[in-house]
């Protein structure tokens, strides 16, 4: 099994601007690593400099512990899945599974062995002289991914494999790659926008924006602790509410900090409760099933939060919305960056002091 290891890697397109802008990344062999970030960040340039599809001029790729720079595709130990599957469409599934490894001149017997074993750990089996026309967009996935598999390398690279499906479809061959992943113990390198797939699938997840790498760590780590003010709005539905701190009750001393909420680290009360809580107006509640989302206005700014259906306010009802400081993040204003204020004056005192303005650096 192999890791990969990429440092200060600049990409530029010929007579372009520069779209990577120095990332380095250590990914452990058998790391399932998700890189997110919006549309045109650098995600699929980053991917495809590891599969040698892209060539790498400035920083190092290392694979397995060696210099990838110049290595050909073929020679780096990778598979790719891309997001149009790219099945040939003339060939049955047995065929399209065993294509690279005729590439590599094994012979047929050992080549439609493999295919089968292949197409038997994903469920294939009963298609193996269907052509991918006469498949769902699920099979379809499921044969491009045993082509990967089929050739037994020990990184795969995968660029939105589930951007084409419908939406109940894609729940489904998520546990799937997860599920695949764990029998495999190979290292996946997963690219997508969709923060829910970085988070449900990730072992480690790579933030990247306008071709820099943000943050990269844990699910729990960037969910709880995000390094910055983008990060913490991109991941997490409904998304990260932001608030000026001044506007909390008394906290006016601070100009400086903008306080990070999360949905759930805000509770609703009917009637106002002895802690600190804004005033608020129900302007739109949604249903999701279990729970609702309230989007309310308040004089600090639109808040949304999540509720059980039994404290459901009423429509255009006012209540109070408390807020737990011990799950609030805090940016600074201008930079974005995160402000750790319980290091700096120790989280007892964080409210008192605080309120206070006293611990003002
Ligand atoms: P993402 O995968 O995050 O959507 P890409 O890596 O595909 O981002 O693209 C990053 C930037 O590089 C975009 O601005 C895109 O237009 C540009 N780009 C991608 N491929 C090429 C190419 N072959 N030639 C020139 N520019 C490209």
């Known amino acids: 099994m192999s890791g990969i290891t990429l440092r200060d890697i600049r990409k530029s397109y010929p007579n372009g601007p520069e779209i990577l802008h120095g990332v380095s990344m250590d990914i452990k062999p058998g790391e399932f690593i998700v890189i997110v970030g919006p549309s045109g960040c650098g995600k699929s340039t980053l991917l495809r400099l590891i599969a040698g599809l892209e060539r790498c001029e400035q920083g190092d790729i290392e694979i ?6 110049n290595l050909a595709p073929q020679n780096r130990d990778i598979a790719m899945i891309f997001q149009n599957y790219a099945l040939y469409p003339h060939m049955t599934v047995r065929e399209n599974i065993a294509f690279g490894l005729e590439l590599r001149g094994m012979p047929k017997a050992e080549r439609n ?12 089996d009963p298609y193996l002289d269907r052509k991918p026309g006469a498949l769902s967009g699920g099979q379809r996935q499921r044969v491009a991914m045993g082509r990967a598999m089929a050739r037994n390398t020990s990184i795969f690279l995968m660029d939105e494999p589930l951007s084409n499906l419908d939406n109940s479809l894609r729940v489904t061959m998520r546990t799937e790659i997860k599920e695949l992943h764990r029998q495999l113990g190979a290292t996946i390198v997963y690219v997508t926008h969709d923060q829910t797939e970085a988070l449900s699938l990730a072992d480690r997840i790579a933030v990247m924006k306008d071709g ?20 913490a709005g991109f991941l997490g539905v409904p998304p990260m509410n932001f608030l000026p701190v001044a506007q909390l009750p008394g906290w006016q001393g601070r100009q400086d900090l903008m306080v990070g909420l999360r949905p759930e680290a805000m509770s609703v009360h009917l009637d106002q409760p002895r802690e600190a809580a804004l005033p608020v107006r129900l302007v739109l509640s949604e249903m999701t099933g279990s729970d ?3 989007h309310c206005d308040s004089a600090a700014g639109r808040i949304t939060l999540t509720s059980g259906r039994k404290d459901r306010p009423r429509d255009t009802s006012n209540f109070w919305v408390s807020y737990d400081l011990d799950q609030a993040v805090f940016f600074d204003n201008h930079s974005g960056t995160r402000v750790d204020l319980a290091s700096a004056i120790g989280p007892s005192k964080r409210c008192a002091e605080f309120r206070n303005g006293s611990s003002r650096q």
């Open 212 to 231: 820099d790498l943000l943050q990269f760590d844990t699910p729990e780590a960037i969910y709880d602790r995000p390094n910055n003010r983008f990060v």
């Open 292 to 294: 609702l989302i309230l």
């Open 113 to 124: 062995a493999r295919a089968e074993s292949v197409a038997k750990t994903l469920q294939l």
């Open 64 to 69: 397995g512990g060696k210099r990838a720079n």
